[in-house]
């Protein structure tokens, strides 16, 4: 294993690290382990130094959120997979290994274990579940998550498939990969960049897979909880930016027509008196107003760049309609047909 690199990205969790950390070098033999900080202020470093002095340490200048955190470090990282994984994350014994099989593929890009919630080890976590999917509307959901609805693990999602996107969570995939398509978009800053990446490279015939025989347990919400209004804006912003840059065919059509659905959720955080979600689903269209330009040129650089569009893990319904409409719950309840 001594070409796979764990690469855990940190920002002021040390506590994470005194609860984490162990396992993950005990659970990884033969691999890298490494921790990017991102300029902590908490002395995470020091107690690392002091602690875990196999422990590989790269100290960003500054706090640049996931995605430009996990770009500096991963410069300096040379090995044939990285393995990304979140500071809040419990391994488990032999949970590399499933990872490692599936990458004998070589038109594989990249992978995810099975993600439980750490609080209830018997369902499943937000964040990637058993592999992410995507709507027509580009609403992105999971393998045991559709919106915040979260099942339980019985066993039912056991096979290894193909998906459309990979989470960020624990992440394995290609250095090469990685780099060839320049890495995670730092104007992201942090939510969806995995998924954004994981689309530009399977526009480029690139695939990815769950692996559920490797399991771990998530904490979820870590740096930013799942309630807080930054993360509602930068989740519709940041949906909002991939679809500018990935959709492909008309585009203001289908922008106008998300849009609207984007409208429908502020309304329903209005009236929920939730203001603050509205104000972020709000100034997360008018980010997109001010940087139109910069994102239609990146569009047309991945357009030059795409070569087949491998649409695995695409479905061609509404993941709303389904939910809210024909009120399914579960990812095995979904007309099956509708999925690429």
Same mark, same amino acid.
């Given at each position: ?18 609860? $984490? ?38 100290? /960003? ?10 770009? +500096? ?21 032999? =949970?590399?290994? @499933? ?24 369902? $499943? ?9 995507? +709507?027509?509307?580009?609403? @992105? ?5 559709? $919106? ?36 995670? +978009?730092? +104007? ?10 994981? =689309?530009?490279?399977?526009?480029? /015939? ?5 692996? @559920? ?15 807080? @209004? ?5 989740? $519709?912003?940041? /949906? ?5 840059? /990935? ?94």
């Amino acid at each position: 294993m001594n070409d796979v690199a764990v690469v855990i990205l940190n920002w002021n969790g040390k506590s994470f690290l005194e609860q $984490f950390l162990s396992t993950v070098i005990e659970c990884s033999p033969g691999t890298r382990i490494i921790v990017a900080d991102n300029a902590s202020t908490d002395e995470s470093v020091a107690y690392i130094q002091e602690n875990f002095p196999s422990v590989e340490i790269i100290e /960003n200048e500054s706090n640049g959120g996931f995605a430009k955190g996990y770009n +500096d470090a991963l410069k300096k990282v040379d090995s044939k997979y990285y393995l990304l994984l979140n500071s809040d994350i419990e391994v488990t014994p032999n =949970w590399i290994q @499933p990872l490692l099989d599936c990458m004998q593929d070589e038109s594989i890009s990249g992978c995810q274990p099975k993600i439980r919630s750490f609080q209830q080890k018997d369902s $499943f976590e937000h964040a990637g579940a058993c592999g992410g999917f995507m +709507d027509s509307n580009y609403f @992105p959901f999971c393998r045991g998550r559709i $919106f915040n609805e979260i099942e339980e693990d019985k066993a039912q999602y056991e096979e290894s498939m193909e998906i459309f996107w990979a989470t960020g969570a624990a992440l394995m995939i290609r250095s090469e990969i990685y780099h060839a398509h320049g890495g995670f +978009d730092e +104007d992201f800053f942090a939510h969806m960049e995995e998924i954004d990446l994981c =689309w530009r490279i399977k526009r480029q /015939n690139g695939r990815f897979m769950v692996a @559920p025989e490797s399991v771990v347990y998530h904490v979820g919400g870590g740096t930013l909880s799942y309630t807080s @209004p930054r993360k509602v804006y930068l989740n $519709f912003r940041n /949906n909002l930016m991939m679809l500018v840059k /990935n959709h492909q065919g008309l585009l203001f059509p289908k922008l106008l027509w998300r849009m609207s659905l984007d409208a429908l959720a502020a309304v329903r955080f209005l009236v929920g008196g939730e203001f603050k979600n509205f104000g972020a689903v709000f100034r997360s269209h008018m980010y997109l107003y001010g940087n139109l330009g910069s994102l239609l040129k990146k569009r047309s650089a991945l357009k030059k760049s795409a070569t087949e569009f491998n649409t695995k893990g695409w479905y061609s319904g509404s993941i709303i309609w389904a939910f809210y409409g024909k009120k399914v719950r579960k990812f095995s309840d979904l007309n099956q047909r509708l999925f690429k």
